[in-house]
């Protein structure tokens, strides 16, 4: 299996060392970024199956960063963290495509987690790739 990529879009968490270092142990590049704008051009550069955000950011929202982030690479799986409330956002978060959140402080168990969704992510995209290879 190719190695799997995922984008943390975080202006600033110490939780993030410990699940980089883990995320590292398996395979998988993690990128760091501390802004939505950073985001973006990264996702413009590069293919990542999974990005992970937080709520606030300095310079936009995660669900504004979802919604533009889908547009620019629309098969990524986009997951926000938080420590605030978000049931009066839920609506919202659906519609930006983020398809899970996750509370703070991350657990260790989240890598597992998100492990095994760049994994299914990563086969997708072997899949359409070697799909589109057949057909030339």
Avoid: Q, W
């Avoid at 993690?30 to 990005?51: K, N, Q």
């Avoid at 919604?67 to 098969?75: I, L």
């Avoid at 990563?122 to 790739?129: C, L, Q, T």
């Amino acid at each position: 299996m190719d190695a799997s990529n995922i984008l943390f879009a975080v202006e600033n968490d110490c939780d993030l060392t410990l699940l980089e270092e883990l995320f590292d142990r398996n395979n998988t590049t993690v990128h760091r970024v501390g802004s939505g704008e950073e985001a973006l051009a990264t996702l413009h550069a590069m293919p990542f199956e999974i990005m992970l955000t937080d709520m606030v950011m300095p310079d936009m929202d995660a669900i504004t960063l979802a919604r533009r982030a889908r547009r620019v690479s629309p098969g990524l799986t986009v997951f926000m963290y938080t420590d605030l409330p978000t049931r009066a956002l839920r609506h919202e978060i659906s519609e930006a495509g983020i398809e899970r959140i996750f509370d703070k402080p991350l657990s260790p168990n989240l890598v597992g987690y998100l492990l095994r969704e760049a994994r299914r992510a990563s086969d997708r995209r072997n899949d359409m790739n070697s799909t589109s290879a057949k057909g030339m």
